[in-house]
């Protein structure tokens, strides 16, 4: 029996979502990019606090599956383009905190989804980035020209979408493109590290943390402003700020329930 092309795994509090093309590296043919959207669909509905973006084999993702990169009509893949857009949607508007576990390289449409998480984990050996130009596409592809020059600033963004340059994970760090690197044999590690920390933490803070930040990249200050007045309002009446008070004030571990 062939297992699915995207896997799904809630243990506890965390929702693990895999790209589970191998053998393909994990490239994003059209069926698997429904098949995504359904995991994280599951995942958004699931009583995870936490969910993983994560990749099978040597190869966190590769893009779009060349072998369909056929000849289609304009308004064909105008449908395609605008689908594969969809699961950076889902992830963004998604009320839980979203760790991208970047064990292997990390390419074209596989950036993309990285970027539309909140964490990105990178292990020590693997590559980043857009390379689309060198194939006579746009350099702006799934979501790289929302993303990149928020996460890396304009220049550096620049120069990556015009060339198609991948970068080691060292240099991804010091760009701000990720926010960890660590060593192979810790990368499991320190993923655990952060879904631990993400599934103990109160989940109404981060929903609305996660809303705002977003939510700024669209509107100028004073909308922001008005925006932060509504999340405070709402997370200032839960059941999670008042444990997070009294564990502070009796020096003890808060007990978040997300009520």
Known sequence: MTEPDVLLDVLDAVATVTLNRPDRLNTLAID???????????????????????G?????CAGADQAEMVPRSAAEWERIVRR????VRAI???????????????????????????IRIAAEPIRLGA???????????MAAGWFLPR???LGAAT????TGRLVRAEEALALGLVHRVVASEAFDDEVAKW??????????????TRRAIHHSLGTDMDGEFEFEILAQVQCLQSSDHAEGVAAFQHKRAPEFTGD
């Open 84 to 87: 594969y857009l969809d699961p």
């Open 131 to 141: 390379p689309f130009t060198p194939i006579g596409l746009a350099g702006c592809d």
């Open 32 to 54: 698997t990019v429904e098949h995504l959207l359904d995991a994280l669909a599951a995942a958004a509905a699931s009583p995870a606090r936490v969910v993983v973006l994560a």
């Open 151 to 153: 996460l890396v600033g």
């Open 56 to 60: 099978a084999g040597r190869t966190f």
């Open 159 to 162: 120069e990556l979408m015009l």
């Open 92 to 118: 963004v508007t998604m009320d839980k905190p979203v760790i991208a576990a970047l064990h292997g390289d990390t390419v074209g449409g596989g950036l993309g989804l990285a970027m539309a998480a909140d």
């Open 195 to 208: 879904t631990t920390r993400f599934a103990a933490g109160p989940p109404g803070a981060y929903r609305w």
